[in-house]
């Protein structure tokens, strides 16, 4: 059985950056696909990135583009997402979760079996 821990929220001012990191335990996810996703009050779970098993691929929610960046240590069994250039809009609480084993990367919210516990974000001046 296999646990998520996310950490890195917080409250930063429009423009700001924060670090959000994903540890895992219980069980490797090295070749597992890893995700990050987001939900505000009031609306659906959504996607924001995703990453394969090697790191190589990955893919961002066109909101994010150019500003967010996720990256793996499958050594020490960590996902991150850098979050540069914050915006009010980016407000939620934001989910790490990953894929059953040999799953690559997803969009889909539905492909991710492992589920972390959410840390808040908000972006207010």
């Known amino acids: 059985q296999g646990q998520l821990v996310e950490s890195g929220g917080g409250l930063v001012q429009p423009g700001g950056s924060l670090r959000l990191s994903c540890t895992a335990s219980g069980r490797t996810f090295s070749s597992s696909g890893m995700g990050w996703f987001r939900q505000a009050p009031g609306k659906d779970r959504e996607f924001v990135a995703t990453i394969g098993w090697s790191g190589i691929n990955v893919a961002y929610a066109d909101s994010v583009k150019g500003r967010f960046a996720i990256s793996r240590d499958n050594v020490n069994n960590t996902v991150s997402l850098q979050m540069n250039t914050l915006k009010p809009d980016d407000t939620a609480v934001y989910y790490c979760?990953?894929?059953?084993?040999?799953?690559?990367?997803?969009?889909?919210?539905?492909?991710?079996?492992?589920w972390g516990q959410g840390t808040q974000v908000t972006v207010s001046s």
């Open positions: 979760a990953a894929t059953r084993s040999g799953y690559g990367l997803s969009r889909d919210v539905r492909n991710y079996d492992y």
